[in-house]
């Protein structure tokens, strides 16, 4: 009898491919030399795991000989099942403090304080939505190369609006609350927006967008309430700075801090501040040897063309335009200026191949 499994207590083992029952004589099959000789004995197959015997219907079980066969069954309902559990932490105790513990007596503080961190950056972060701004049906309006997927930019959220800006400059405003989309953006098929605003002052969204009847040459601003946005009428805004040339080189710079717009205008090098509130314009900086102007918290400052030796620099106060210090700042000569940043009342200016200054323009002493 060919045996697949574990075989009952009253077989033994003849050979390793046949089994008898315990304490019978062999049968003439398993004569070593039989007449005529036998065909080879050949390998059952390889058992399975889940093969239970069963006994065959009117089969003798006893000391007669009774044989024995496989069949394969399903797996029980009660197999043990084994699953990954979840990877416990390695300190459960740890907290902010003896993580910069660990950063700061480590021999790398840096990898130390980034590998114990890189399992709590995106711990809590789950998908709660996706919203797609590529609609062939909705921007067939649109010039031929805005009607392609493009990749996101920037998106501004504000209260239960989601704006996204793509690269080809479409944008699109999304409900959270439905989850659904509820507008375009674009006011004209040869628009392309370039930046977003979200003024918190009187709850609108600004849109900075050049047009191709103008070759894309000009910045031109638009404010829209956000409850217009919410009701499906983007086109219910108007625009802003209209007097203003706002061609390359000029710009339009928005100040959240300080609540002011700054624009420059490259056709007449005139400098202009705006209230963010109203957008009443404030004051005018016409002056052609500013080079750049610099804005912090309650004050600007102005850099002007470098002359041999030093550079002329002014801070006015943002709110009226008036002038609190003027000084002149040495410099290496036939070196280039890297940069001139303004922090508060901390100046940093850095030429190429020096040390970075900082200077506290209150009392004017190099730190």
């Known amino acids: 009898a060919t045996f697949i499994g574990k075989p009952p207590n009253n077989l033994g083992f003849q050979d390793s491919h046949s089994v008898i029952p315990r304490g019978a004589p062999p049968p003439a099959r398993l004569n070593p030399n039989p007449l005529p000789p036998s065909p080879p004995a050949r390998c059952p197959p390889a058992p399975r795991r ?3 015997p069963r006994r065959r219907r009117g089969a003798r079980t006893g000391g007669g000989g009774g044989w024995i066969e496989m069949e394969a069954r399903p797996r029980p309902s009660g197999v043990r099942r084994v699953t990954a559990k979840k990877r416990p932490r390695p300190d459960a105790s740890s907290n902010s403090a ?3 513990q660990r950063r700061e007596i480590a021999a790398f503080p840096e990898r130390t304080f980034a590998a114990s961190t890189t399992r709590e950056r995106f711990r809590n972060i789950q998908l709660q939505e996706e919203f797609d701004t590529y609609d062939p049906k909705e921007n067939s309006s649109l010039l031929p190369y805005l009607r392609k ?4 930019i920037e998106i501004v959220g504000a209260r239960d609006i989601i704006f996204a800006l793509s690269q080809l400059g479409v944008c699109a405003a999304f409900s959270r609350v439905t989850n659904q989309r509820i507008c375009f953006l674009n006011g004209s098929p040869d628009e392309v927006i370039r930046s977003l605003f979200y003024n918190k002052n009187n709850d609108s969204l600004i849109t900075v967008s050049v047009y191709g009847s103008e070759n894309f040459s000009a910045l031109r601003c638009r404010t829209t ?4 946005i919410r009701r499906g009428k983007p086109d219910a805004g108007f625009p802003l700075f209209e007097t203003e040339s706002l061609r390359w080189p000029g710009f339009v710079e928005f100040d959240d801090v300080n609540g002011k ?3 420059y205008s490259a056709q007449d090098s005139t400098y202009k501040v705006f209230d963010l509130k109203n ?3 404030l004051y005018t900086i016409s ?3 500013v080079q750049e102007i610099k804005i912090s918290p309650g004050i600007m400052l102005l850099i002007y063309s470098r002359k041999k030796g030093y550079i002329p620099l002014e801070i006015l106060s943002i709110e009226d335009g008036k002038r609190l210090k003027s000084f002149r700042h040495l410099l290496h000569r036939n070196k280039k200026i890297d940069f001139i940043e303004q922090f508060n009342e901390k100046l940093l200016v850095k030429q190429d191949g ?3 200054q900082i200077l506290d323009v209150s009392i004017w002493p190099v730190l």
């Open 149 to 152: 997927r493009s990749e996101i």
């Open 261 to 263: 717009v700054l624009t």
């Open 50 to 52: 889940d093969a239970t």
């Open 225 to 228: 309430r956000i409850e217009y």
């Open 354 to 356: 020096e040390n970075l």
């Open 279 to 281: 957008y009443t314009l």
């Open 287 to 289: 002056d052609k040897d």
């Open 98 to 100: 003896r993580k910069l």
